[in-house]
């Protein structure tokens, strides 16, 4: 499979042992037991944070005589290095792959919700039943993974609702809930449910068209059912700046349920009352690929549970099963739009 051009990025400012380092601290939160596990001295430590706080060019922790506390820098950092470290440990695992021979490669793409929701558990059942298959992963919007398909820049792609098209097959992985996203302090927050219709004269944050475009026709969809639109004062990029404008004040928003997987500081997490509408969570590939790694990790998602199966001449899942919704995984579309 053809791979993207290679994007050249301008040297970092800090080590990898840095990185690690930071890591530890904010897990423990106390730089003498984060010291202790990385076999170093405090004074140490405390130099190779400043260091790194120096090269990033923000403070990444908030220091009294009596606790450390990661800011809302540190915070997002803390996020992102833990994903370019998970991407590091794919890389050498990729290299002692291609060192051994192996029995193939499969280029996977995945949103946000994806990645938050199931598809990590897939990943690591298909990797303890078939070590010798390489899976490279890689973020990318639904709209972009529809382009990169069809182009066979990407082998399968996780994706917010089914890729109607030519030769392509798909798979319904899961349906996550609407949920609500508040400021932990809102007059709304201490709330066990909200309605639709509460929301209307609410400022919205919301993801930007161009990473979160299937997405924002839903929410907007939604709001309609609920006779208003929703009133957008902030457009973000990705998953973490909705969360962190949320928990700054600056709006609330409409996310998928599998927020409930992520911990964050001032957000809180309000299930919807009266919504039935669920985000499809699909996996999407060609139907003549003619990978047996590919074909291999489709059968995993085939056999993990018994399938509900998309009716030729419905465009609504048939279910062969009614089990609760976060047991409702893996229906497969044998349509082939």
Same mark, same amino acid.
């Given at each position: 499979?053809?791979?993207?051009?290679?994007?050249?990025?301008?040297?970092?400012?800090?080590?990898?042992?840095?990185?690690?380092?930071?890591?530890?601290?904010?897990?423990?939160?106390?730089?003498?037991?984060?010291?202790?596990?990385?076999?170093?001295?405090?004074?140490?430590?405390?130099?190779?944070?400043?260091?790194?706080?120096?090269?990033?060019?923000?403070?990444?922790?908030?220091?009294?005589?009596?606790?450390?506390?990661?800011?809302?820098?540190?915070?997002?950092?803390?996020?992102?290095?833990?994903?370019?470290?998970?991407?590091?440990?794919?890389?050498?695992?990729?290299?002692?792959?291609?060192?051994?021979?192996?029995?193939?490669?499969?280029?996977?793409?995945?949103?946000?919700?994806?990645?938050?929701?199931?598809?990590?558990?897939?990943?690591?059942?298909?990797?303890?039943?078939? !070590?010798?298959?390489?899976?490279? @992963?890689?973020?990318? &919007?639904?709209? +972009?993974?529809?382009?990169? =398909?069809?182009?066979? %820049? $990407?082998?399968?792609?996780?994706?917010?609702?089914?890729?109607?098209?030519?030769?392509?097959?798909?798979?319904?992985?899961?349906?996550?809930?609407?949920?609500?996203?508040?400021?932990?302090?809102?007059?709304?927050?201490?709330?066990?449910?909200?309605?639709?219709?509460?929301?209307?004269?609410?400022?919205?944050?919301?993801?930007?068209?161009?990473?979160?475009?299937?997405?924002?026709?839903?929410?907007?969809?939604?709001?309609?059912?609920?006779?208003?639109?929703?009133?957008?004062?902030?457009?973000?990029?990705?998953?973490?700046?909705?969360?962190?404008?949320?928990?700054?004040?600056?709006?609330?928003?409409?996310?998928?349920?599998?927020?409930?997987?992520?911990?964050?500081?001032?957000?809180?997490?309000?299930?919807?009352?009266?919504?039935?509408?669920?985000? !499809?969570?699909?996996?999407?590939? @060609?139907?003549?690929? &003619?990978?047996? +790694?590919?074909?291999?990790? =489709?059968?995993?998602? %085939? $056999?993990?549970?018994?399938?509900?199966?998309?009716?030729?001449?419905?465009?609504?899942?048939?279910?062969?099963?009614?089990?609760?919704?976060?047991?409702?995984?893996?229906?497969?579309?044998?349509?082939?739009?």
């Amino acid at each position: 499979m053809p791979r993207p051009p290679t994007v050249l990025l301008r040297p970092l400012r800090f080590e990898l042992r840095q990185v690690r380092a930071f890591i530890c601290v904010a897990t423990e939160l106390h730089f003498g037991r984060a010291a202790t596990r990385l076999c170093t001295s405090q004074p140490s430590l405390s130099r190779m944070i400043h260091n790194l706080e120096k090269a990033v060019g923000v403070a990444l922790f908030a220091r009294s005589t009596r606790k450390v506390r990661l800011t809302p820098a540190g915070d997002a950092f803390a996020s992102e290095c833990q994903l370019a470290l998970a991407h590091l440990e794919l890389a050498a695992s990729a290299a002692q792959h291609a060192a051994r021979g192996g029995e193939g490669r499969i280029h996977m793409a995945y949103m946000d919700f994806a990645i938050e929701g199931r598809v990590p558990q897939i990943l690591e059942a298909f990797r303890a039943k078939v !070590p010798g298959v390489s899976v490279d @992963l890689e973020y990318m &919007p639904t709209v +972009a993974q529809h382009d990169a =398909l069809v182009d066979g %820049r $990407i082998d399968l792609g996780f994706m917010t609702g089914e890729f109607k098209a030519h030769k392509i097959r798909n798979m319904l992985v899961e349906e996550h809930e609407f949920v609500v996203l508040l400021p932990e302090h809102h007059r709304l927050a201490a709330r066990q449910s909200l309605r639709l219709s509460e929301l209307a004269s609410e400022p919205f944050v919301i993801g930007s068209e161009d990473t979160f475009s299937s997405f924002r026709a839903m929410v907007f969809d939604l709001c309609h059912t609920a006779s208003f639109v929703p009133k957008v004062i902030q457009e973000v990029s990705n998953s973490n700046g909705i969360f962190g404008l949320v928990a700054a004040g600056a709006g609330i928003s409409i996310y998928s349920g599998s927020a409930r997987s992520i911990q964050r500081k001032g957000v809180a997490v309000k299930p919807l009352s009266g919504v039935k509408q669920r985000i !499809p969570i699909f996996a999407a590939w @060609l139907a003549d690929h &003619p990978s047996q +790694a590919l074909r291999s990790f =489709l059968d995993l998602m %085939r $056999i993990d549970t018994a399938a509900p199966v998309r009716s030729r001449d419905s465009d609504n899942v048939r279910r062969l099963a009614q089990p609760p919704l976060q047991s409702r995984r893996f229906a497969h579309n044998e349509s082939g739009r």
